[in-house]
């Protein structure tokens, strides 16, 4: 299929990366993945709007519109004809002589922009039945709000999680649970929903967001709140949200089952919500 660099639309094969991109060498840039259903991107606007905030805070201009961007994403899902899939998106702060200061705007450096899309279906039977987890240290930075390209915490927590047989790795910084290592995290205590308030330690959620709404909408409390991994591991309900996961349930951590083992009621509930909103 076709992808993106800057403004154009060309084949996978016919792109080259300067070796210089400070994406490449220093994970200089941000990215978004946005999720496609029946041909259509889901919260489309919301997704490149946080690209250009996570742009912002790192002082990276895009040089480029959100509207540019929306027309480029959506030929390229068309050209593509993705049906049940992704589109990813970064902006690198482009290639100029290695050096951690930002190039000089005299050097022209501009910012690159790539995106491809993927097909990928919804995970079905993970959402039926569940999946599992582990508790492990948050060892990131303090801007976790932006989605920058360095991600070698969460991949070194998603890997520990695999080696366990596990899904996913439910993070916590100084006995507090902040998100999982590329989704957000939720307990459900006494019928609430209750995720760390969106501030500095974690990624404010396009899905989050979603959730926070549909809970607002159907009178279930959601509670942005700072809680342990004590109240994680003793819930009634815990689960994830992600573009990719959408709602999923949390039915083990550590190995030790999450309430009865099975997904909850509210989770179900928020599941069902959910899914009538991408229909
Ligand atoms: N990850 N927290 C982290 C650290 C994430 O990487 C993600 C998403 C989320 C959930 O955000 P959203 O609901 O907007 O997808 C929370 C994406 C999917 C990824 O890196 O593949």
């Given at each position: 299929?076709?992808?993106?660099?800057?403004?154009?639309?060309?084949?996978?094969?016919?792109?080259?990366?300067?070796?210089?991109?400070?994406?490449?060498?220093?994970?200089?840039?941000v990215y978004e993945v946005i999720r496609v259903y029946g041909g259509k991107l889901f919260t489309m606007k919301e997704h490149i709007d946080r690209l250009f905030q996570s742009a912002k805070k790192i002082k990276l201009d895009i040089s480029m519109s959100p509207e540019q961007i929306q027309d480029l994403v959506e030929s390229l899902l068309k050209e593509n004809g993705v049906n049940f899939g992704s589109v990813y998106m970064q902006v690198t702060r482009g290639a100029a002589p290695r050096n951690?200061?930002?190039?000089?705007?005299?050097?022209?450096?501009?910012?690159?922009?790539?995106?491809?899309?993927?097909?990928?279906?919804?995970?079905?039977?993970?959402?039926?039945?569940?999946?599992?987890?582990?508790?492990?240290?948050?060892?990131?930075?303090?801007?976790?709000?932006?989605?920058?390209?360095?991600?070698?915490?969460?991949?070194?927590?998603?890997?520990?999680?695999?080696?366990?047989?596990?899904?996913?790795?439910?993070?916590?910084?100084?006995?507090?649970?902040?998100?999982?290592?590329?989704?957000?995290?939720?307990?459900?205590?006494?019928?609430?929903?209750?995720?760390?308030?969106?501030?500095?330690?974690?990624?404010?959620?396009?899905?989050?967001?979603?959730?926070?709404?549909?809970?607002?909408?159907?009178?279930?409390?959601?509670?942005?709140?700072?809680?342990?991994?004590?109240?994680?591991?003793?819930?009634?309900?815990?689960?994830?949200?992600?573009?990719?996961?959408?709602?999923?349930?949390?039915?083990?951590?550590?190995?030790?089952?999450?309430?009865?083992?099975?997904?909850?009621?509210?989770?179900?509930?928020?599941?069902?919500?959910?899914?009538?909103?991408?229909?």
């Open positions: 299929g076709k992808i993106i660099l800057g403004d154009q639309l060309l084949e996978r094969s016919d792109v080259l990366i300067d070796l210089e991109d400070r994406g490449y060498q220093f994970g200089d840039g951690h200061k930002f190039p000089l705007p005299a050097s022209n450096t501009k910012a690159v922009f790539t995106a491809y899309t993927n097909e990928v279906p919804r995970p079905q039977s993970q959402l039926e039945n569940g999946v599992e987890a582990i508790t492990a240290e948050d060892i990131r930075w303090l801007r976790c709000d932006i989605k920058s390209l360095n991600l070698l915490p969460n991949v070194l927590a998603k890997q520990e999680a695999a080696d366990s047989g596990c899904f996913e790795a439910i993070l916590h910084r100084n006995g507090i649970v902040t998100e999982g290592s590329s989704s957000n995290a939720y307990i459900v205590k006494n019928n609430e929903v209750m995720t760390h308030p969106a501030d500095n330690l974690i990624l404010n959620g396009i899905t989050r967001q979603v959730l926070a709404t549909l809970c607002k909408d159907n009178s279930i409390p959601f509670v942005e709140k700072e809680f342990e991994v004590h109240d994680l591991l003793h819930a009634d309900e815990v689960f994830i949200t992600s573009t990719t996961s959408e709602v999923m349930p949390v039915i083990k951590l550590d190995g030790r089952a999450v309430g009865n083992g099975v997904p909850g009621e509210i989770t179900r509930k928020l599941q069902s919500l959910f899914e009538a909103k991408i229909n």
